[in-house]
């Protein structure tokens, strides 16, 4: 089991965006180290279909207390410590966990400034999220990415779900009626130097056949037409 622990978040919506990564990477378990609870109200404006998360977050002082019953924590920074923490990059935190029981907790700091070094201490291991130049990520972003490299591996829930299958209309091949309205309305726009020429009849249905269009590709080049011909789609 994996738990989210945020130290001292900053911004609420952040909190939100958190929430909502973590519902679609198959996480459910959310603790927040700060002073204060419940939390401010702005954290679900941005936590679609995630409330839940959100209601069911466990509020701790300090970080000691919320990796109380963890077996395994984790440090998320870019930070350089002066430590014997050992160092990890993303692409290997999954090899890393795969293999571990228990609550393994991984822990982001402040937007601001990051973890404490006291806080880095008391974690097993530093991983750090490679990004070009000096950069760092927004503390939502971080999660996500941290979040989606764990599910990627099979290691949440049921792991990523694909909705690549179209309905059935989406691949269907485009019909004779649809190639003759769109050849005719192509030809009812071309200008009249083209109206002339005796090959456009035929160069236009061969074009389109050509494409081999499906019913909704068909439809979507029509649109287009229309919009650069500025005809109204109803008439």
């Known amino acids: 089991m994996f738990a989210i622990i945020l130290v001292e978040p900053e911004h609420p919506h952040n909190i939100g965006f958190v929430a909502r990564s973590m519902r679609s990477n198959g996480l459910s378990e959310l603790r927040i180290v700060r002073k204060s609870q419940p939390l401010p109200r702005k954290c679900y404006t941005t936590a679609h279909s995630s ?3 959100l209601d069911k977050a466990k509020i701790f002082p300090t970080l000691k207390e919320a990796i109380a019953d963890c077996s395994y924590t984790i440090a998320f920074s870019r930070r350089q ?4 923490v050992p160092h990890i990059a993303l692409p290997e935190l999954p090899a890393l966990c795969k293999d571990k029981n228990g609550i393994v907790a991984l822990i982001f700091g402040r937007e601001s400034r990051g973890l404490a070094f006291e806080e ?6 530093q991983c750090e999220i490679p990004v070009a130049g ?20 099979g290691l949440l829930g049921e792991g990523l779900a694909f909705r690549n299958k179209l309905p059935i209309t989406h691949r269907k091949a485009a019909t004779t009626e649809q190639f003759e309205n769109i050849e005719n309305f192509i030809l009812e726009n071309l200008t009249d130097r083209y109206k002339n020429y005796p090959w456009v009849n035929a160069s236009i249905r061969t074009w389109l056949q050509k494409l081999n269009p499906s019913q909704a590709e068909l439809s979507a080049l029509f649109g287009m037409l229309r919009a650069l011909a500025k005809k109204n789609a109803r008439n």
């Open 51 to 53: 409330a839940e998360i």
């Open 81 to 84: 410590f002066d430590t014997i």
């Open 120 to 125: 880095f201490e008391l974690c097993a291991v």
């Open 134 to 153: 000096l950069m760092s990520l927004n503390l939502s972003h971080a999660v996500s990415v941290a979040s989606y490299e764990l599910c990627r591996a």
